[in-house]
């Protein structure tokens, strides 16, 4: 008995350090120019944890992943309000460095877009902008590493000067991987990576995705309801710009408490 | 759903879409067709451009240099630009052609020298002292027409050896030819054809007359206007004598040409026929079949040639027409004979400025003025427009302020060069009173002229860079002014040096926004700066085009083969870069 609660109070202290809050919205409203495209959203994205978004196209899923870095900032029209905490910290404050922001929580687009350049050039630029390397030594070491985690060194290593383009689609999107990581992010934002992917490099991603849990907190937009069940532990449902519903992964895929969010995943409309 | 189909669009028939099909074909085919056919038509009149600029300018890139034997002891080693050199050439062609002794003979022999060889042996000396002192053979540039001559471009002569025995009666002064056969009746015929030819221009010229006649005669008639007839009257009988003075000639004429074996006194307005016999030159003054009048231009030293020993020189082209004639033909075919004259590649041409003389007239002045000017086009332009695209494509807001100064730029690509030289006359020479016919200010009224090229052209290559390299950069922490200048400016390059170098090429040949800044000054020096006066290709060309000598209408078709050769290198260049730096993506 007392074996068991123990047990049981190890489990609750896991999850609460589990359940480490990395990132937070709150009330976040996002407007392009007259339209408004998010309507008070609050999520908590938990550290060291994937977070899913999904929901029918178009209804604010890309919008507020960019929000998470800023990466709104580059559309004129775009309004962002409310309140995005990185770490307790407020990324929309006046007295963030936007390129330090960034540099912090890294992305990765839908489709894979690496510089025209080598792949060696591809994976170092980070590093070299943000001063994170000293010697060219330094370099090469953390371009190997972010390859290796990516997953994709082996296929590649005598190819590092080759140019990034020439790869195929997925090793195109595990490199723009690499490239994320090489500056050491704390959160990697992922908009719907594996939808210009064929089947086996989609998987070769979602493997490479469950690795990187261990070390960096993840928010990834997926229109694949298998996707969002197989990679992520928390998944939010958005629906016209607005949050319908968030929960732990298991519980929205079998006992979804609203509605919209059943239908979404039994494939009823999206 | 198929239903619905079914029964509201009616199907065509097999043969009805069959007839649309051959229509379709038949009307891709024709427009293939039509595409072609521009495209060859085009073509046809660029290889007809470029065949004629070649044709025309290649002759001037060669010249022709005559070897004189000029007596330079009298020159100073420590002075020798002191001594009286137009002296010195003057008496070295009295000794290389000392068969025109008379006066007349000797000024025609100096004209056939270019008359700045005086300055250019001065030169040759001052450049290579060890002259001085000495008697040399020096080459001179012969004179333009001389040049024209010996190319071939004016008073063509025709060749023969004819096979008979000729006898001529004296050596020098005026002779009497005779020959043992018939040769000169084809030339004989040749001149009845001219006489043939001016007997019916004179036709058409009464013909009109006689028009005129007929009016003026109607007027005397009906006309109730008594002045109006009282001038007509007095027109009428000047018409008339008019006429009956060309009737006279015309059926002299006629007599003439009809008499196919009568002998014909050749004067200016005739074809020419020079004899080379002996050594010497007799130029025909009457001819027959087989005996003829002549002049000696070159004294002979025989007066009796078989068949074969001697020639015969026809020159079609009336005396009268030409600027070249028989006696400069005669002189300058000795020189040739003798060995005095060369044919080798106009250095002149590539190494001196203007000048009022053909024979002394270069492209290196304009050349390296060009050359000033564009440095300083592409030193202002290719800096601020490549700055200005970047700010506007990539920094600014998108505002009504910006939207009004991009509609700007783009009219202002469309403005008329000249405009920009008022522009630059009233700004930068009037206002900040900066050198007239200066590189430095031809270069800045180019480069208001190719920015919006280079702006436009810069503008539309970053806009290609796919913004998902933006992205990329900035996903990874890049700033903006780190994404753009590592990543969008890079690949946008070909595309702005593309832009840049065509923008230059416009600059390159452009005339009109120069003449309004004076660099269409007679500038003799080749500049040595930005700021000294100068003139460019295109500017050059277009004051060569103007003037009347023919040496010049050479110079200006090989002018333009140089600024075309300019061009296709500056675009060959653009090729290149183009490959050089493209990526894709
Ligand atoms: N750059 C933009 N300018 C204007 N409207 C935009 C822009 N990006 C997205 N939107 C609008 O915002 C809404 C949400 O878009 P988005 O976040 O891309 O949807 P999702 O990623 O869920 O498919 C859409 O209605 C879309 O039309
Ligand atoms: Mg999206």
Not at chain 1, 11 to 18: E, F, R, S
Not at chain 1, 218 to 238: E, G, L, W
Not at chain 2, 283 to 288: C, F, L, P, R
Request: glycine share 6%; charged share 25%; proline share 4%.
């Amino acid at each position: 008995m007392d074996a068991m609660n123990t047990k049981r109070q190890e489990d609750a202290v896991n999850k609460m350090v589990q359940n480490e809050i990395k990132m937070s919205g709150k009330d976040v409203c996002v407007s392009y120019g007259e339209k408004q495209a998010l309507f008070d959203v609050n999520l908590d994205i938990p550290a060291k944890q994937v977070t899913a978004l999904i929901g029918p196209s178009g209804c604010g899923k890309s919008t507020f992943l960019r929000c998470l870095n800023r990466m709104n900032d580059t559309i004129d029209i775009c309004k962002v309000s409310g309140d995005i905490r990185l770490d307790d910290q407020d990324i929309y404050d006046h007295d963030i460095d936007v390129v330090e922001l960034r540099a912090r929580v890294g992305m990765v687009f839908q489709k894979p877009n690496p510089f025209p350049k080598s792949i060696f050039e591809n994976v170092g630029y980070g590093p070299k902008i943000h001063g994170l390397v000293r010697s060219k030594s330094d370099l090469e070491e953390v371009v190997v590493k972010s390859l290796q985690r990516a997953g994709l060194f082996e296929e590649i290593k005598d190819r590092l000067h080759e140019p990034g383009t020439g790869l195929s689609g997925g090793q195109q999107q595990r490199l723009c991987i690499a490239r994320a990581i090489a500056v050491s992010p704390e959160v990697i934002l992922m908009d719907e990576p594996c939808s210009a992917l064929d089947p086996i490099a989609t998987a070769k991603v979602e493997e490479l995705i469950d690795e990187l849990r261990e070390n960096y907190t993840i928010v990834i937009v997926t229109h694949s309801m298998q996707q969002a069940a197989r990679v992520s532990q928390q998944t939010a449902m958005f629906h016209l710009g607005k949050l319908v519903e968030v929960d732990e992964t298991d519980t929205i895929f079998t006992n979804p408490s609203n509605q919209k969010t059943q239908d979404y995943i039994t494939g009823r409309y999206g | 759903m198929t239903d619905t189909t079914n029964t509201y669009v009616k199907t065509a028939s097999l043969e009805e879409r069959r007839s649309l099909q051959k229509k379709r074909y038949a009307s891709e085919r024709k427009f293939k067709y039509l595409g072609l056919g521009a495209i060859l038509v085009s073509l046809g009149f660029l290889v007809m451009l470029l065949m004629t600029i070649v044709g025309n300018g290649i002759p001037a890139f060669t010249y022709n240099y005559v070897k004189l034997p000029i007596d330079l002891t009298k020159v100073d080693p420590e002075k020798p630009e002191k001594a009286n050199y137009g002296k010195f050439v003057k008496s070295a062609i009295a000794d290389a052609i000392p068969y025109m002794s008379d006066r007349k003979g000797k000024r025609l022999a100096r004209g056939l020298v270019s008359g700045g060889a005086a300055i250019d042996v001065r030169n040759q000396v001052v450049g290579d002292v060890s002259m001085a002192g000495q008697n040399a053979d020096v080459e001179v540039p012969v004179s333009d027409f001389a040049d024209l001559y010996l190319k071939g471009l004016t008073a063509k002569p025709i060749l023969t050896k004819p096979d008979a025995a000729i006898k001529v009666s004296d050596v020098e002064g005026d002779v009497d030819v005779t020959l043992s056969a018939a040769v000169f009746d084809e030339f004989l015929a040749r001149v009845k054809e001219t006489i043939s030819s001016e007997a019916s221009r004179l036709n058409t010229r009464m013909a009109n007359l006689q028009l005129s006649l007929d009016n003026q005669r109607e007027i005397a008639a009906n006309s109730q206007d008594t002045l109006a007839v009282e001038s007509a009257k007095k027109s009428i009988t000047s018409l008339e004598a008019q006429l009956a003075g060309f009737k006279t000639k015309f059926d002299a004429l006629i007599v003439r040409r009809n008499n196919t074996a009568a002998r014909e006194v050749l004067d200016t307005s005739m074809p020419s026929l020079l004899l080379k016999v002996g050594g010497g030159v007799v130029k025909i003054t009457e001819v027959e079949g087989m005996s003829a009048k002549g002049e000696v231009i070159i004294p002979l030293e025989q007066k009796e040639a078989s068949a074969g020993e001697w020639q015969m020189q026809e020159i079609l082209e009336a005396e009268e027409n030409r600027k070249f004639s028989d006696k400069e033909v005669a002189v300058v075919d000795r020189l040739v004979a003798e060995g005095r004259i060369e044919n080798r590649l106009n250095t002149i041409f590539f190494k001196k400025g203007a000048s009022r003389e053909p024979e002394l007239a270069g492209i290196w002045g304009a050349v390296v003025g060009s050359f000033f000017t564009m440095i300083i086009t592409l030193a202002l332009s290719f800096p601020l427009g490549v700055a200005a695209a970047i700010y506007l494509e990539e920094f600014a807001p998108k505002n009504k302020f910006t939207s009004i100064i991009e509609v700007n730029i783009n009219n202002l690509a469309a403005v008329p060069s000249i405009v920009f030289g008022l522009l630059g006359l009233a700004v930068f020479l009037n206002f900040f009173e900066l050198p007239r016919s200066a590189p430095l200010v031809g270069g800045m009224v180019l480069a208001l002229m190719t920015l919006p090229t280079i702006i436009i052209a810069s503008r539309a290559a970053l806009k290609a860079v796919p913004p998902s390299i933006r992205e990329a950069a900035l996903g990874v922490g890049a700033s903006k002014i780190q994404a753009v200048f590592h990543h969008v400016l890079p690949l946008a390059m070909p595309g702005i040096l593309t832009g840049t170098i065509i923008g230059m090429a416009q600059a390159l040949g452009e005339t009109a926004p120069l003449l309004m800044i004076g660099m269409v000054a007679f500038v003799v020096d080749v500049p040595a700066g930005i700021f000294d006066p100068a003139t460019v290709l295109p500017v050059q060309i277009y004051m060569w085009a103007d003037f009347p000598e023919p040496g010049f209408q050479q110079k200006t078709a090989a002018a333009i083969m140089v600024l075309l050769g300019f061009l296709i290198l500056m675009n060959a260049i653009a090729v290149l870069l183009r490959k050089k730096f493209e990526r894709r993506w």
